[in-house]
Nanobody, 120 residues
Framework: QVQLVESGGGLVQPGGSLRLSCAAS????????MGWYRQAPGKQRELVAY???????NYADSVEGRFTISRDSAKNTVYLQMNSLKPEDTAVYYC??????????????WGQGTQVTVYS
Protein backbone atom coordinates (compact mmCIF):
# COMPACT_ATOMS: atom_id res chain seq x y z
CA GLN A 1 0.00 0.00 0.00
CA VAL A 2 1.08 3.55 -0.82
CA GLN A 3 -0.38 6.55 0.95
CA LEU A 4 -0.14 10.23 0.09
CA VAL A 5 -0.75 12.71 2.90
CA GLU A 6 -1.27 16.37 2.08
CA SER A 7 -0.93 19.35 4.37
CA GLY A 8 -0.72 23.12 4.20
CA GLY A 9 -4.13 24.13 2.92
CA GLY A 10 -6.14 26.88 4.53
CA LEU A 11 -7.59 30.36 4.19
CA VAL A 12 -5.60 33.18 2.66
CA GLN A 13 -6.26 36.67 1.31
CA PRO A 14 -5.76 37.50 -2.36
CA GLY A 15 -2.10 38.12 -3.00
CA GLY A 16 -1.09 35.89 -0.13
CA SER A 17 0.91 32.68 -0.12
CA LEU A 18 0.54 29.08 0.96
CA ARG A 19 2.86 26.10 0.81
CA LEU A 20 1.37 22.66 0.29
CA SER A 21 3.21 19.47 1.17
CA CYS A 22 2.56 15.88 0.18
CA ALA A 23 4.46 12.97 1.67
CA ALA A 24 4.34 9.50 0.15
CA SER A 25 4.79 6.47 2.34
CA UNK A 26 4.42 2.71 2.14
CA UNK A 27 5.92 0.11 -0.14
CA UNK A 28 7.76 2.27 -2.67
CA UNK A 29 10.42 1.19 -5.11
CA UNK A 30 10.53 4.39 -7.15
CA UNK A 31 8.43 7.50 -7.63
CA UNK A 32 8.51 8.64 -11.25
CA UNK A 33 6.28 11.67 -11.06
CA MET A 34 4.55 13.70 -8.38
CA GLY A 35 2.10 16.45 -9.02
CA TRP A 36 -0.76 18.57 -7.83
CA TYR A 37 -4.28 18.73 -9.22
CA ARG A 38 -7.18 20.85 -8.10
CA GLN A 39 -10.93 20.71 -8.36
CA ALA A 40 -13.39 23.50 -7.67
CA PRO A 41 -17.10 22.80 -7.03
CA GLY A 42 -18.89 22.02 -10.28
CA LYS A 43 -15.66 21.93 -12.26
CA GLN A 44 -13.42 19.17 -13.59
CA ARG A 45 -10.22 18.25 -11.87
CA GLU A 46 -7.29 19.94 -13.56
CA LEU A 47 -3.53 19.63 -13.46
CA VAL A 48 -1.76 22.38 -11.55
CA ALA A 49 1.85 21.22 -11.78
CA TYR A 50 4.00 18.12 -11.81
CA UNK A 51 7.63 17.21 -11.39
CA UNK A 52 9.35 14.10 -12.73
CA UNK A 53 12.00 11.98 -11.08
CA UNK A 54 14.49 13.78 -13.30
CA UNK A 55 13.38 17.20 -12.09
CA UNK A 56 11.40 18.25 -15.16
CA UNK A 57 8.49 20.48 -14.22
CA ASN A 58 5.28 21.47 -15.94
CA TYR A 59 2.72 24.08 -14.93
CA ALA A 60 -0.77 24.98 -15.96
CA ASP A 61 -0.88 28.30 -17.78
CA SER A 62 -3.09 29.73 -15.05
CA VAL A 63 -0.45 29.26 -12.34
CA GLU A 64 2.86 29.54 -14.18
CA GLY A 65 4.97 32.29 -12.71
CA ARG A 66 3.08 32.21 -9.42
CA PHE A 67 3.41 28.59 -8.25
CA THR A 68 6.58 26.55 -7.85
CA ILE A 69 6.71 22.78 -7.48
CA SER A 70 9.68 21.09 -5.86
CA ARG A 71 10.56 17.79 -4.25
CA ASP A 72 12.67 16.19 -1.58
CA SER A 73 13.40 12.74 -2.96
CA ALA A 74 14.94 11.50 0.28
CA LYS A 75 11.64 12.17 2.06
CA ASN A 76 9.37 11.16 -0.86
CA THR A 77 7.78 14.56 -0.51
CA VAL A 78 6.57 17.11 -3.03
CA TYR A 79 5.83 20.75 -2.31
CA LEU A 80 3.79 23.42 -4.00
CA GLN A 81 4.69 27.00 -3.15
CA MET A 82 1.74 29.19 -4.11
CA ASN A 83 2.32 32.93 -4.32
CA SER A 84 0.13 35.80 -5.49
CA LEU A 85 -2.96 33.74 -4.84
CA LYS A 86 -6.19 34.69 -6.58
CA PRO A 87 -9.81 33.86 -5.73
CA GLU A 88 -9.93 31.58 -8.76
CA ASP A 89 -7.25 29.43 -7.11
CA THR A 90 -9.86 28.32 -4.58
CA ALA A 91 -10.25 24.55 -4.85
CA VAL A 92 -9.49 21.24 -3.24
CA TYR A 93 -5.90 20.42 -4.09
CA TYR A 94 -4.98 16.77 -4.60
CA CYS A 95 -1.55 15.21 -4.59
CA UNK A 96 -0.83 12.58 -7.23
CA UNK A 97 2.10 10.24 -7.66
CA UNK A 98 3.11 7.59 -10.18
CA UNK A 99 4.75 4.90 -8.09
CA UNK A 100 6.35 1.53 -8.74
CA UNK A 101 6.48 -0.99 -5.91
CA UNK A 102 8.72 -3.26 -7.98
CA UNK A 103 10.85 -3.02 -11.11
CA UNK A 104 7.94 -3.23 -13.57
CA UNK A 105 4.48 -2.02 -12.60
CA UNK A 106 3.70 1.67 -12.20
CA UNK A 107 0.46 2.77 -10.56
CA UNK A 108 -1.09 6.13 -9.86
CA UNK A 109 -2.01 7.15 -6.32
CA TRP A 110 -4.01 10.06 -4.95
CA GLY A 111 -4.15 11.90 -1.69
CA GLN A 112 -7.45 12.78 -0.07
CA GLY A 113 -7.15 16.47 -0.83
CA THR A 114 -6.62 19.70 1.08
CA GLN A 115 -8.83 22.78 0.83
CA VAL A 116 -7.38 26.08 -0.34
CA THR A 117 -9.65 29.10 -0.05
CA VAL A 118 -8.68 32.56 -1.29
CA TYR A 119 -11.03 35.35 -0.22
CA SER A 120 -11.22 39.10 0.06
Amino acid sequence: QVQLVESGGGLVQPGGSLRLSCAASGSIFKIYLMGWYRQAPGKQRELVAYITDGGITNYADSVEGRFTISRDSAKNTVYLQMNSLKPEDTAVYYCNADVSRDEMEIRGYWGQGTQVTVYS
